[in-house]
């Protein structure tokens, strides 16, 4: 139905920057929210930020003034630029679309991309 490919994680020094990115295809009528979640290693999966279609957003208290999430409707595209990264930022980073509606299905669904690794040394 729906795939969610994600790029941009890697290897960054404390207090670099990097740019994530999450594409969405298939037969995609509407996508409600986009965002992005992390999980570390022993650690639960957390909201890192997400943006609704109306373009309100939410961020994590972690995060804030530091990491800047965007998204391009027409390209079914979300961007999570990542600035200022502490060493506690490591995680695996995962693409979320929220209440999609995919053309020639019943109902809504949720999507999950298969994670990209942001590691930050310190």
């Known amino acids: 139905q729906v795939q969610l490919v994600e790029s941009g994680g890697g290897l960054v020094q404390a207090g670099g920057s990097l740019r994530l990115s999450c594409a969405a295809s298939?037969?995609?009528?509407?996508?409600?929210?986009m965002g992005w979640y992390r999980q570390a290693p022993g650690k639960q999966r957390e909201l890192v930020a997400n943006?609704?279609?109306?373009?309100?957003?939410n961020y994590a208290d972690s995060v804030k003034g530091r990491f800047t999430i965007s998204r391009d409707n027409a390209k079914n595209t979300v961007y999570l630029q990542m600035d200022s990264l502490k060493p506690e930022d490591t995680a695996v980073y995962y693409c979320?679309?929220?209440?999609?509606?995919?053309?020639?299905?019943?109902?809504?669904?949720?999507?999950w991309g298969q994670g990209t690794q942001v590691t930050v040394s310190s």
């Open positions: 979320n679309a929220q209440r999609v509606v995919v053309r020639g299905y019943a109902g809504i669904y949720d999507y």
């Open positions: 298939g037969s995609i009528f509407s996508i409600n929210a």
């Open positions: 943006m609704a279609s109306s373009d309100s957003t």
